[in-house]
Structures are given as structure tokens and as C-alpha cells.
């Protein structure tokens, strides 16, 4: 399973990178908002520190602004792929501009039809959000096995991206449901390294380590 790093920021993507670990990045309106700069050159910067897909969302509502947006953002760099919402405006505008060579990622997935609709319509990949389905009482991870199970059936190219994740656990749960890519806020990727055995492990180590070298 590949991990792509969910945030605009750029000092939390450098250090995740820094691990080795780093596959994509996926960024949203509110991801980029909070970091009050320009738009462009955020993803611009992204592009310089990570050799792989970069999500960049458009903000238009009908098709003819978000094939306009998405023609825009990808020249910023061949790795920036144009996130579009699930909304027949959307799919049009994928229709578009993935016969264009334009990658796109359908967002805000919610069920295993809406991913369908965005993979015929030709999206690059489709991003369920489990968080988010699990906050209104669902099981999140169900849609993705659910979408994981169609895709394989049908030989789907469409990459699998569970969005939304909230803790360590949803990045198992996606990578036991097959998930081509799970995209990982900063503050998990923390949670899924640490663990208070592998610290109390390395104390014994060197306190062995000292006590018999002296
Ligand atoms: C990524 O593609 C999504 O925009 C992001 O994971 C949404 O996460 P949230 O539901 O925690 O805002």
C-alpha cells in the first residue's frame, strides 16, 4: 500500500519524507486555508520535495470552471493531480480532462456507486472518507473493501485512496482491505511509528549496554 502525506505543510511533509515513506501528498481547500499562502506556489513547493502524486482540489462548482481550474493546476507540474468533488458537474469535468492526459481524484466518496460513476468517468483514483462516514455512525472501511472487492472484479484501473483516516487503525484496516493508497494526516503517521515497547526496549538496551561496559 502506498502512503501519501494528507497536508499543506510543507515543514510536516519534509519531516514525514524524511522517513523514507512518503508516496504522494494530498492537500483540500481547508488543508491549504489554514496554511495562508498562495495556492499555487504551495503545491508548487510540494512538487520540489516529493517525487509523486500531489492532489491539488479545485474550487468551481460547474464543469466548464473546474476543466479550467484542472487545465491551470496541472501545469504547475507533471506529478500535480486535479482533486474534483463527486457531482455530475465533476464527473463531466473528469470526462474531460482525463481524455486530456489530466490525473484526477475524485473526492468527498462516499459509497461504492459514486466510485464507480467517477472510474468510468475516468478518474486516476477515487478517495472514500472513512472518518467522516464513521462520524455520522457507518463503518467507513466497509466502503472501501466494498470498492476494493468491484474494482478487482471489473480489473479497474482506478487507484483505491482511503481518505478521512483518523487514527493508526484505519491505516491497517485500509491496508488489510486492499487499499492501493491510504493518505495519512501528519499527527498518525506519529501515532503508527511510536510504540511504548520500542522505547522501554531501546532504555534496556543501553542501560544493559552501559552497565556492562563499565
Ligand atoms: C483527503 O484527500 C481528504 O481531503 C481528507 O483526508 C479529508 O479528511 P477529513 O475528513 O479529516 O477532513
Same mark, same amino acid.
Given at each position: ?11 510536516? #511533509?519534509? $519531516? +514525514?519524507? !524524511? ?10 481547500? @481547508? %488543508?491549504? /486555508? ?8 504551495? #503545491?508548487? $513547493? +510540494?512538487? !520540489? ?10 474550487? @468551481? %462548482?460547474? /464543469? ?11 501545469? +504547475? ?13 465533476? %464527473?463531466? /469535468? ?28 475516468? /478518474? ?91
Amino acid at each position: 500500500m502506498k502512503f501519501f502525506v494528507d497536508t499543506a505543510n510543507v515543514d510536516e #511533509i519534509r $519531516e +514525514i519524507h !524524511s522517513w523514507g515513506v512518503v508516496d504522494g501528498v494530498t492537500t483540500n481547500p @481547508s %488543508l491549504v /486555508a489554514k496554511e495562508g499562502r498562495n495556492f499555487e506556489e504551495v #503545491i508548487a $513547493e +510540494i512538487t !520540489s520535495i516529493v517525487d509523486g502524486p500531489v492532489s491539488a482540489e479545485v474550487i @468551481s %462548482l460547474e /464543469a466548464q470552471g473546474m476543466i479550467k481550474e484542472a487545465r491551470e493546476l496541472s501545469k +504547475i507540474h507533471e506529478n500535480v493531480v486535479v482533486k474534483i468533488p463527486m457531482t455530475d458537474e465533476g %464527473l463531466k /469535468a473528469v470526462s474531460v480532462v482525463s481524455k486530456e492526459g489530466i490525473k484526477t481524484n475524485v473526492t468527498l466518496v462516499f459509497s461504492p456507486n459514486q466510485a464507480l460513476l467517477a472510474a468510468k468517468a475516468g /478518474a486516476a483514483y477515487v478517495s472514500p472518507f472513512v472518518g467522516r462516514l464513521d462520524d455520522i455512525g457507518n463503518t467507513g472501511m466497509e466502503v472501501v473493501r466494498k470498492i476494493v472487492d468491484i474494482f478487482d472484479i471489473y480489473g479497474i484501473e482506478t487507484q483505491v485512496i482511503t481518505a478521512s483516516v483518523r487514527h493508526a487503525d484505519h491505516v491497517t484496516e485500509a491496508a488489510l482491505a486492499g487499499s492501493h493508497v491510504a493518505t495519512v494526516p501528519y499527527a498518525v503517521f506519529k501515532k503508527m511509528l511510536g510504540h511504548p515497547l520500542t522505547n522501554i526496549g531501546i532504555e534496556t538496551f543501553l542501560s544493559d549496554w552501559e552497565k556492562a561496559s563499565k
